[in-house]
């Protein structure tokens, strides 16, 4: 399995709560991407990075910031937490041309 | 823009019968094109791909040919078993050199039956 971990694995947050979620691998991987997966919509790309600092947003960016300083670590921020964003995350990692490989996932709950 | 349209779910099967899972998608040029197959409380896990019209991509029984003239790419199984029980996406990357991302179907629940 690809070495890719993701913390929290669950969260429970309130409205208007900045929150922080981690994608860490071990996989020296250049690209690393951030999925939401809600029912009826597949997994949709909120995020992804192609390189240390070299981030763009995917198709439903809006709320959402990510950070990339080192080639293992992609953060996925939401500012202020809305109940819209109660949703599973998930991180990928691919290198160019090849599969995406996922983590297990975050299940994120904002009451 | 790109996009895959996959099969509604749930599929229902009982243990050995025949598994077909629509997949069609819309891009220009020759996407590469993959399914996803993911197990309850886990990530995804590449299934199989196809990355040229009329490849056929292979993996634990399940089968999916690229066509590029009906622009499909559906997942069948001759014989389902119990463990096959999964959510299976579709799943396409752009033809264009650089661009890595995936465009994703909404997924189909397959559940097997004994």
């Known amino acids: 399995d690809a070495g890719i971990t993701q913390s929290p694995r669950h969260k429970v947050t309130e409205t208007g709560t900045p929150v922080t979620l981690r994608c860490h691998q071990t996989e020296n991987h250049r690209y690393m991407y951030w999925y939401r997966q809600d029912p009826g919509h597949g997994l949709r790309l909120i995020h992804y990075?192609?390189?240390?600092?070299?981030?763009d947003k995917g198709e439903v960016s809006d709320g959402y910031s990510v950070s990339r300083s080192k080639t293992e670590d992609f953060l996925l921020t939401l500012e202020s937490a809305t109940s819209s964003q109660t949703s599973v995350y998930f991180c990928a990692i691919s290198e160019r041309g090849g599969e995406q490989f996922f983590g297990p996932g975050t299940r994120l709950t904002v009451l | 823009g790109n996009s895959v349209t996959q099969m509604e779910g749930p599929v229902t099967l009982s243990e050995e019968a025949f598994l077909t899972i629509n997949c069609t998608y819309t891009?220009?040029?020759?996407?590469?094109l993959f399914w996803y197959v993911q197990y309850p409380g886990e990530g995804l896990q590449l299934l199989l791909k196809a990355t040229k019209a009329d490849d056929k991509g292979s993996n634990k029984g399940f089968e999916a040919t690229y066509r590029k003239e009906t622009t499909s790419f559906h997942l069948e199984k001759g014989s389902v078993q119990v463990s096959d029980s999964a959510v299976y996406f579709c799943a396409l990357r752009s033809a264009n050199f650089g661009n890595e991302k995936l465009t994703f179907g909404t997924g189909t629940r397959l559940t097997i039956i004994p």
């Open positions: 990075s192609y390189g240390v600092k070299d981030t």
């Open positions: 891009a220009t040029g020759y996407p590469s």
